[in-house]
């Protein structure tokens, strides 16, 4: 979507728009502790209400490990799941740091992302110059809301202080920019760090 009001505050998911995230690690890891084959297991895993119950703070770590150990034949201990679980974390996306880093010269920075308190604890420690980027990192599990809902959507707004219309999001996920937009906020899907240059050149930041 090309902005067309003017741009007050920048806001920007994390997995996949500023750390490289790939679920396949994650399947490879815990099919070393499953009796189900690997496709089975990337079958089986979903964005379920156990799991969405767990990005909401409604399910802790230790609830939504056992539903795994069970959906997915997992014979291990709770650990050896948390293991897995973090794999997902692959790197920094680079070039999009670097575009938040010359952004926030000029307008603040904000981050809103849907993770859960095992993974939170995962990327503020092994990813502190990207914590370090933003006014506020807003996390699902402690709004106890997710995106794409519209609840979540307005409660960001209204602690970052500005009209929805003001706020230009950037997210991997369509449906997530679907629920920005009918939020009223100016969205823009992240496919490559590309998106995000051409968006804030658009808007007059770059």
Request: a negative charge; glycine letters at 6%.
């Amino acid at each position: 979507m090309v902005p067309h009001y003017p741009v007050q505050a920048l806001l920007f998911d994390l997995g996949g728009v500023l750390i490289d995230i790939d679920f396949e690690r994650v399947f490879r890891a815990w099919a070393v502790h499953s009796t189900l084959p690997i496709d089975e297991i990337r079958r089986r895993f979903a964005v379920d209400t156990a799991y969405q119950r767990h990005e909401r703070g409604e399910l802790d770590g230790a609830g939504y490990f056992a539903h795994l150990r069970r959906l997915l034949a997992l014979d291990c201990t709770e650990s050896a799941v948390e293991d897995g679980w973090n794999a997902v974390f692959v790197g920094e996306i680079a070039d999009t740091l670097n575009l938040v880093r010359l952004a926030r010269d000029t307008l603040p920075c904000f981050c809103f992302t849907n993770t859960n308190a095992v993974h939170q604890q995962t990327w503020s420690a092994g990813f502190p110059q990207v914590v370090a980027l933003f006014e506020e990192i807003f996390v699902s599990s402690e709004l106890g809301l997710r995106k794409p809902e519209r609840r979540a959507f307005d409660t960001v707004a209204a602690r970052i202080g500005v009209d929805p219309s003001a706020i230009l999001f950037f997210d991997d996920l369509a449906q997530n920019i679907e629920g920005a937009q009918a939020a009223g906020y100016q969205a823009v899907q992240v496919q490559s760090p590309q998106d995000v240059r051409a968006a804030l050149v658009r808007s007059g930041l770059l």
